[in-house]
């Protein structure tokens, strides 16, 4: 697996990530989130070709290559892992678009969100 989303992405989905993933290895759940799968993102471990694109569009810096994991995140690369181990319980990601096709303006974090989210989630 090239590059991992971690929890940091958790009730975030800014979808930056998917707006430029040149292969649409991105997945998020189809239906409803569980205690294993949370409303996050994920990247398909097998299909990510670790272009890095991902990785600085993630206002929530919730994006890490998997050899810069920090420890706090390791048990994400399973949770990642399982848009492939159980594909049909997701989809490839999509942009928000509007009724003419137009994407959606997004709300950008702010310093302190950003920080306040790594601080929950125990991030360095």
């Not at 594909?87 to 509007?98: C, G, I, N, Y």
Request: with cysteine; charged share 25%.
């Amino acid at each position: 697996m090239a590059y991992i989303i971690t929890r940091l992405c958790i009730d975030c989905l800014d979808r930056g990530c998917v707006e430029v993933c040149p292969v649409n290895c991105i997945y998020q759940q189809n239906g409803p989130a569980t205690a294993d799968r949370p409303n996050m993102l994920y990247i398909h471990p097998t299909e990510c070709i670790s272009c890095s694109a991902c990785e600085p569009e993630c206002p929530w810096k919730a994006i890490y290559e998997d050899r810069e994991l920090p420890a706090v995140f390791s048990e994400d690369t399973a949770v990642n892992a399982q848009c492939e181990q159980q594909p049909a319980a997701f989809v490839v990601a999509q942009v928000q678009r509007d009724a003419e096709g137009r994407l959606l303006p997004k709300r950008r974090p702010t310093t302190e969100e950003v920080s306040a989210n790594r601080a929950k989630w125990g991030a360095p």
